[in-house]
């Protein structure tokens, strides 16, 4: 009787409907932001510039170098009055004299005080002040000597001197005028490195990236073009323009390359991959993870569900944008990517709120 009911049983289960495919909210995608091969204008500038200026205030007598002037490291460009500081520096080293001979007698009666005490001739508290005396001498004369070398560096300063090679950028001061500490007399574009910068739209930064190649082209220069690499990505856009700042390190740029250029920057959408269409503005309820990366649940064309990693260049407070790993019309898994897994069935179902899943 017990094994008729167990068939029974079995038989029973037999007969329960396999679960049909899970429904799933899911959206085509479609490319978004930069296109494939967007063009930004630029202009070309030096990696370092700095003011040249002087360290102590005068009058200028004389400038040595002009504008557009290549100067070499340690050339001097701009000379100031020395007559001021030439009396300190004087003034300072009689005061070092001087303090040299006061310690040279403060030594000599120290000698003789210390002799004497040995014989018991004078008191213990005279040779006490005879060492003070000594001691007073020994620290004025530290004293004066950095005194004479601070006057000395003084006099130094009255002569500009290029700390870098380069070219002189601008003028700032002329000859008879008085400077304060720091006044820029000069600005100085450093030899080497050259940059190009440009001014990137919103709507443009999910395509660049730290470390990322871009095609540059100088309408002064037809026909050619260089290969450049982003350095430098503003954090923060412009308040006024609303645009980030990019700086574009050029590589092999010749002396034909002329700072002031205007250039033209393409940057390639998703970084240059491969059948990519532009950068995709996903929701951010459809981010997944496969180990450490970044994925996506994809509802292929047979309706079963694939895992792809993907590449996030922003994470925006409600959406991402993936430069690669999508293509164009792809189903993407907007809700409850958690509770799916690859191959399974599924059945696409529009969302309820279409606006809620909006970039």
Not at 140 to 154: I, S
Request: net charge negative; glycine share 8%.
């Amino acid at each position: 009787m017990l094994s008729g009911v167990t068939l029974l049983g079995a038989c029973h289960r037999s007969e329960v409907a396999a679960p049909g495919p899970r429904p799933v909210v899911a959206v085509a995608v479609h490319p978004d932001g930069l296109p494939v091969a967007a063009t930004l204008p630029g202009e070309v500038d030096a990696r370092y510039s700095t003011p040249l200026s002087f360290r102590i205030a005068g009058k200028i007598i004389e400038r040595r170098v002009r504008l557009g002037d290549v100067i070499k490291s340690g050339e001097i460009v701009a000379r100031l009055d020395p007559a001021d500081a030439q009396k300190n520096a004087a003034s300072a080293q009689a005061a070092l004299e001087a303090a040299v001979h006061r310690l040279v007698y403060a030594k000599q009666q120290l000698d003789r005080d210390q002799a004497q005490a040995r014989a018991s001739l004078i008191s213990q508290s005279q040779l006490e002040q005879t060492t003070d005396a000594y001691a007073s001498a020994l620290a004025q004369r530290d004293q004066a000597d950095q005194q004479a070398a601070l006057a000395g560096n003084q006099l130094q300063y009255t002569t500009l001197i290029a700390d870098h090679a380069g070219v002189i950028t601008a003028e700032q001061a002329d000859t008879g005028q008085n400077v304060s500490v720091g006044q820029a007399v000069y600005n100085l574009a450093w030899s080497g490195d050259i940059d190009v910068i440009c001014d990137v739209p919103e709507s443009a930064l999910p395509a660049l990236a730290i470390g990322q190649s871009a095609k540059v082209t100088l309408p002064a220069l037809p026909g050619r073009s260089f290969t450049a690499r982003v350095r430098e990505l503003s954090p923060a856009a412009d308040t006024q323009s609303r645009t980030f700042r990019a700086k574009l390190t050029l590589e092999n740029a010749g002396p034909e390359v002329r700072l002031g250029m205007t250039a033209s920057v393409s940057l390639p959408g998703n970084n240059g991959a491969a059948g990519a269409t532009g950068t995709f503005i996903v929701p951010a309820t459809a981010l997944f993870h496969e180990g450490n990366q970044p994925a996506l649940w994809i509802v292929r064309a047979d309706d079963t569900l694939e895992l792809r990693r993907i590449e996030v260049t922003r994470y925006n407070e409600r959406t991402i944008a993936v430069s690669q790993g999508l293509k164009d019309g792809e189903r993407v898994v907007l809700q409850g990517v958690h509770t799916v897994t690859a191959g399974e069935k599924v059945q696409v179902m529009a969302p309820l709120h279409p606006e809620d899943f909006a970039s």
